[in-house]
């Protein structure tokens, strides 16, 4: 399944560093081409091709040709592990049903949670595996993934082992989320603060224990759990010291937005009828704000995020797939940027700050990834563009790029290293 990858230790030289996602530990007069100095997986260097330090000499040299040079993408809102798929309510939508009415109808969440409750653990890793090789292969090398489709301890586990197995098998940053409170379980239905008290006392705790949880989010909409119901959850966390992030604001404005940052939130996703009392509350915060244009897309909502106001009030803006079998069964990160500027009209450098910089601060991962600066792992994407405009511009296509992830040769597109014939370790 996987491709066997290549050390890529050594000098990345002529290449063009995508503005605003890099930090050269040297100054690069304008034209000039840059160079990375991968050393022990480590980023080690960035600077001009011309000025690498005589010490990296020995290093395997390679000729980035003129590519462009991001950090590797950052997917920071995913559901990939589930059982079962749901054409069929992409059918009813087309029919006319709205995404609440399949929901209250006993379609929707509830339908993933029947099929991923029958499936086991390997089967789910078999369905997920090549959802997250797509979107390694497009570049991405951290991902966020999600529970939600269990609804009990053993399920939730089992999606979230899932997770941790997807990370260790690929050689990929995976960041797991608890999101026990997604939806009310059939099993509970009329009894929401009972399967509260239930994900609060007992699965969290247990979880956490077992080294599973990185994070917890809840869905706070009418359609799933109350501001109250939302705060217990975040109060669980808080008393096991971990992260809160939520599903705010995608249908209605819950005020979610403003609980989460008071809860210092990593981020607050969808946030469609985000008011401005929440926009002031995550800038204060420091909270991420998570734009999700293939949620948005999928259910032909009209209500964009308001981006001006998060613009002026400089709250960071991610973009992300949101990958989930209703809402956006999408495996395209760069599709995501494309859709970010469309249909939100994110300029170019948001978007592409929001697959990378912002999407690692929403992950909590902002001092190791999302941007190319020495010190940190080398996570990087060489790209055959003549322009950085050209990563949100194409649409429906993969760019053949080299893609480095966790200090490997993970994809070598461009043939970069095949070109040279360097030294790589095994
Ligand atoms: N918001 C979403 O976009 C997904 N979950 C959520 O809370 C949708 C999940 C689904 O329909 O299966
Ligand atoms: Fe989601």
């Excluded at 040079?69 to 589930?82: E, F, M």
């Excluded at 700050?353 to 080398?378: M, W, Y």
Aim: proline share 5%; glycine share 10%; net charge negative.
């Amino acid at each position: 399944m996987m491709s066997p990858t290549s050390s890529a230790d050594g000098v990345w030289r002529n290449l063009r560093l995508a503005p605003g996602l890099a930090v050269p530990d040297v100054a690069l007069p304008a034209g000039e081409l840059a160079a990375v100095v991968v050393q022990g997986g480590m980023l080690r260097w960035v600077g001009p091709t011309g000025a690498v330090p005589a010490a990296h000499a020995a290093l395997p040299q390679h000729d980035g040709g003129g590519a462009l040079a991001t950090p590797g993408l950052v997917d920071c809102h995913t559901h990939l592990v589930y059982g079962g798929q749901r054409a069929n309510e992409f059918a009813m939508r087309l029919a006319g049903a709205s995404y609440e009415e399949i929901a209250q109808a006993g379609g929707g969440i509830v339908s993933s949670v029947n099929a991923t409750r029958t499936a086991s653990e390997d089967a789910l890793f078999a369905l997920a595996a090549p959802r997250l090789q797509a979107l390694l292969d497009e570049g991405v090398c951290a991902i966020e993934i999600k529970s939600g489709y269990g609804l009990a301890l053993e399920h939730e586990r089992k999606q979230l082992r899932v997770a941790r197995r997807l990370g260790k098998t690929f050689g990929v940053t995976v960041r797991t989320t608890f999101l026990g409170a997604h939806a009310l379980p059939p099993e509970y239905a009329g009894r929401s603060q009972d399967y509260i008290n239930l994900v609060c006392q007992e699965m969290l705790p247990a979880l956490a224990a077992e080294g599973l949880v990185d994070a917890v989010d809840v869905f706070c909409e009418r359609i799933a759990f109350t501001l109250a119901e939302t705060e217990q959850v975040f109060r669980a966390a808080q008393q096991l010291g971990l992260p809160v992030k939520l599903h705010a604001e995608q249908i209605s404005d819950m005020g979610g937005s403003a609980l989460a940052a008071r809860y210092g939130a990593l981020s607050c996703d969808h946030i469609e009828h985000l008011s401005q009392a929440g926009i002031d509350a995550m800038q204060a915060a420091g909270t991420v704000a998570v734009l999700l244009p293939g949620a948005y897309y999928t259910l032909r909502d009209t209500q964009v995020p308001p981006i001006a106001q998060l613009r002026a009030a400089g709250v960071p803006m991610a973009v992300s797939t949101d990958h989930n079998p209703g809402t956006s069964p999408c495996l395209s990160l760069l599709l995501m940027a494309n859709m970010a500027c469309t249909l939100f009209r994110l300029t170019v450098p948001e978007a592409l700050a929001g697959i990378t910089t912002h999407a690692a601060r929403a992950l909590g991962l902002q001092d190791s990834l999302g941007l190319i600066a020495s010190g940190r792992p080398a996570n990087f994407v060489l790209w055959p563009v003549a322009e950085a405009a050209e990563l949100a511009y194409w649409f429906g296509h993969k760019p053949a790029a080299t893609i480095v992830r966790q200090g490997r040769v993970a994809n070598d597109g461009m043939g970069i290293c095949a070109a040279q014939g360097a030294r790589h370790g095994a």
